[in-house]
């Protein structure tokens, strides 16, 4: 089974935790395409869907979104498992985040197996008026790699599973 791994990011972080997600699947012997979210025009060929976004004051990406309102009948059709990206702080690896509302209502609108988020990246050099108010607050990288691993590998369990 092939995994599409889709992720909406602004500054990267998003896409890097992707690229983790892609390669950890990969390992554990999962055929895995990453690909941005934006440039996804169909589900046809993937078996699964793993699909990620970027939180900006409580909101997930907007191309996530429409990622999920786009494919909402495909997704329903197969595994998804969707995951968010940005507390700048270790709350996010402290006990498990709830999903933010409009994350959870697109979760039950396809049929999601599990979400989970994970801490953000915002470079202390960000630039952009807001961000860079931010970024000398709460500035830094707050991704914990083994956390993103350790979800992933339950990710693969689940598809093994599933193909058994």
């Not at 997600?21 to 390992?27: D, F, H, K, W």
């Not at 690896?93 to 697109?106: I, Q, S, T, W, Y």
């Not at 994970?118 to 008026?129: E, I, S, V």
């Given at each position: 089974?092939?995994?599409?791994?889709?992720?909406?990011?602004?500054?990267?972080?998003?896409?890097?935790?992707?690229e983790?997600?892609?390669?950890?699947?990969?390992?554990?012997?999962?055929?895995?395409?990453v690909?941005?979210?934006?440039?996804?025009?169909?589900?046809?060929?993937?078996?699964?869907?793993?699909?990620?976004?970027?939180?900006?004051?409580?909101?997930?990406?907007?191309?996530?979104?429409?990622?999920?309102?786009?494919?909402?009948?495909?997704?329903?059709?197969?595994?998804?498992?969707?995951?968010?990206?940005?507390?700048?702080?270790?709350?996010?690896d402290?006990?498990?985040?709830?999903?933010?509302?409009?994350?959870?209502?697109?979760?039950?609108?396809?049929?999601?197996?599990?979400?989970t988020?994970?801490?953000?990246?915002?470079?202390?050099?960000?630039?952009?008026?807001?961000?860079?108010?931010?970024?000398?607050?709460?500035?830094?990288?707050?991704?914990?790699?083994?956390r993103?691993?350790?979800?992933?590998?339950?990710?693969?369990?689940?598809?093994?599973?599933?193909?058994?």
């Amino acid at each position: 089974m092939k995994v599409l791994v889709a992720y909406a990011s602004e500054r990267g972080g998003t896409a890097e935790i992707a690229e983790w997600i892609g390669a950890e699947l990969l390992r554990t012997g999962v055929d895995a395409e990453v690909s941005p979210a934006g440039d996804v025009t169909t589900l046809d060929g993937f078996g699964a869907v793993v699909l990620g976004g970027a939180l900006y004051a409580g909101r997930w990406h907007r191309e996530a979104r429409h990622f999920v309102r786009h494919h909402a009948g495909a997704l329903a059709e197969r595994p998804v498992w969707l995951f968010s990206s940005g507390p700048l702080d270790r709350s996010a690896d402290e006990g498990g985040l709830d999903p933010v509302p409009g994350v959870a209502k697109l979760a039950r609108r396809v049929g999601a197996r599990g979400h989970t988020t994970f801490g953000g990246r915002l470079d202390p050099g960000a630039r952009g008026f807001l961000a860079e108010r931010i970024a000398k607050r709460a500035g830094g990288d707050h991704r914990d790699r083994d956390r993103v691993r350790a979800w992933t590998d339950g990710i693969a369990a689940d598809l093994r599973a599933v193909s058994a």
